[in-house]
């Protein structure tokens, strides 16, 4: 099993910047993809960027040019680094991995809050 706890979410303004950590244990080892969702009160939980083990990203449309998903594989740990953040960027942000091909973990999420 992997588990995954984040970190980094917190109050930002608009046009702000904040860094999201989530840290993996357990079989490391067998992840294929790691990712961030997000999820909105009232709405469903989407995509937000995904990384493979060997390093191609993806991001969702909303996104794309200000945020950068990274991961660190000596320390476990995956990174979203998000900038000129805006009000419709604010939700619980979760931490994915799919481990050996079909299952998955998540993390509890962190709160992401955008606003003046």
């Known amino acids: 099993q992997v588990q995954l706890v984040e970190s980094g979410g917190g109050l930002v303004q608009p046009g702000g910047s904040l860094r999201l950590s989530c840290a993996a244990s357990?079989?490391?080892?067998?992840?294929?993809?790691m990712g961030w969702y997000r999820q909105a009160p009232g709405k469903e939980r989407d995509l937000v960027a995904t990384?493979?083990?060997?390093?191609?990203?993806n991001y969702a449309d909303s996104v794309k040019g200000r945020f950068t998903i990274s991961r660190d594989s000596a320390k476990n740990t995956l990174y979203l680094q998000m900038n000129s953040l805006k009000p419709e960027d604010t939700a619980v942000y979760y931490c994915?991995?799919?481990?050996?091909?079909?299952?998955?973990?998540w993390g509890q999420g962190t709160q992401v809050t955008v606003s003046s």
């Open positions: 994915k991995a799919v481990y050996m091909t079909v299952f998955a973990s």
């Open positions: 990384i493979t083990k060997g390093g191609s990203t």
């Open positions: 357990g079989n490391t080892f067998s992840i294929n993809l």
